[in-house]
């Protein structure tokens, strides 16, 4: 693994613009930076992201089914007690999944190691599967990178088939976001395109624009009924909405399903560890108060904590209200985003590697059950945050 400075495209904002990236630049800052690329052996993709993702996926099922079965926990993950009951029929049920994101800590040796899990509504899927995607086109048609380069992206293709796979011909599928945001905008286009070659309708709605009929199903703005819904809105904020008491009624499939609510906080992070201690891939991370218990697992990674430890809300976006404490003292912090008043969880600080004065943070992809690509946030900073830059990368 290795960081490598290229020359940029020529008129490739132009050609971002035309595709609709038009997020490329935001608040005068790149976010799209293709002035340098990180490089890496297909063995470092498939032993060191690929399998390791993999594996994480299916140890993330296995602890939803340890969840769904324990409201103790459900109650420790923050699901609100009025709709255990819908999360766990959900998982029982067998609604499927579509994608996810495991954000990875790695230089390229030993281990990578699990940061967090973006298992509802990960964003930078544009970025990943399409855009990096005829970046490395160009550059090897270009003469930068040589004919055999390769890029680990099959997030495009896989979604495809994940999509033709769950759903019948010319079933009507809708994708919503709140409006006016472009980046979202990106993710929910680049779902619905997958769904469209896989031979689905696919509408777009805003999400302040759906309604209720009188029999309390959902209407898209143009009063057509809803009834599959991929929805780039977390099942944090749904379940404490006003509409969440229509779910069970609406007769709607949701996409990412409600067992996703499991699975999409910090609070993921301590199960796991309780459940496969000592994972290569993982980890020591607890809830706060059992740190304050020191319970003989806490005790068992003493040494870890005491070095470093990453304190994080059960609900956060983009970094938000991050706390990373070295030796006793607060080394480096991120606003609260509102949600400072999240109970948090605490998690064994593992530094992101430096490379050219940049942290990278790899985005493993994963749809259905198996990792599919790649995506790389960068940051000055310890804590990758909005306005991280996307990386390419490529397979030497």
Known sequence: MRKIDLPERAGWRARAEELGFTFADMHGEPYWDESSAYEFSLDEIEGGIEDPATALHAMVREAVAEVVSNDGLMARLGIPEAHRGLVADSWHRGEPEIYGRFDLAWDGTGDAKLLEYNADTPTSLYESASFQWSWLEDQIAAGVLPEGADQFNGLHEALVERFRGLFAPDTDLHFTAVGGNPEDYATVECMG??????????????????????????????????????????????????????????????????????????GLLPILWRMFEGHPNLLPAFFADEVVLNGP??????????????????????????RIVENGQETEASPDGGYGGHPRIVQAYHPLPVMDGFRPVLGAWVVGEACVGLGIREDRGRITQDLSRFKPHYIR
């Not at 898209?220 to 809105?233: E, P, S």
């Not at 697992?297 to 991050?322: D, H, T, Y």
């Open 193 to 266: 395109w997958a769904a469209r070659e896989a031979g689905l309708g696919a509408h777009y709605c805003d999400l302040e624009k759906i309604g209720l009929s009188d029999e309390g199903q959902f209407l898209d703005d143009q009063d057509r009924v809803i009834g599959t819904l991929f929805k780039l809105y977390p099942w944090e904020d749904l379940l404490r909405d006003d509409y969440a008491r229509h779910l069970a009624t609406a007769n709607c499939q949701m996409l990412e399903p409600a067992w996703k609510a499991v699975v999409s906080n910090k």
């Open 297 to 322: 697992a806490v005790k068992r990674a003493e040494a870890a904590l005491a070095r470093g430890m990453v304190e994080k809300p059960l609900f956060s976006r983009e970094g938000a209200g991050i």
